[in-house]
């Protein structure tokens, strides 16, 4: 679902990907970051800590800015693009490569022959909400 939204929001991404999606994979590396980025911006199962502050914080006389990233050993991580969705160490996901390979092969199958957009009257605002608890789903709008 949140790819299908980052299409909608992003429709000039799209075009980037389809036009891409002729190439095999080793050669899509912009397909491949589409799929690392849904994991990053909203994990199917957003359990665990948080991984970032959404506000600027100090803890134990640290200063920690908004949207910073923590290294494993607590130090500020200065890159902001960090995939953790899998987790790291002996703890990672052993079904990682399952979900990566069907991501990349639903995303790519679907670029490939459908142009996501809004409906052709669609002049409402656009809203997505979404709930998070043991999964993220979309909210029931009534």
Known sequence: MIFFLACLLHPETQKK??????????RL?????????????????PLGFPRATSEDNVYEGY???????????????EDPILNSAFGYGRRICPGRYLVDTTM??????????????????GDGPFCYTYTGSATIRHMVYS
């Not at 990907?17 to 080793?26: G, M, N, S, T």
């Not at 092969?105 to 679907?110: G, L, Y």
């Open 17 to 26: 990907a389809q036009d891409e999606i002729d190439l095999d994979r080793p």
């Open 29 to 45: 590396p912009f397909v491949d970051g589409i799929c690392n980025e849904v994991s990053r911006w909203m994990p199917v199962g």
């Open 63 to 77: 200063f920690i800015p908004k949207e910073r990233f923590l290294n494993s050993d607590g130090s500020l991580r």
């Open 104 to 121: 990349f092969i639903v995303v790519a199958s679907v670029l490939s022959v459908f142009n996501i957009k809004r409906k052709d009257d």
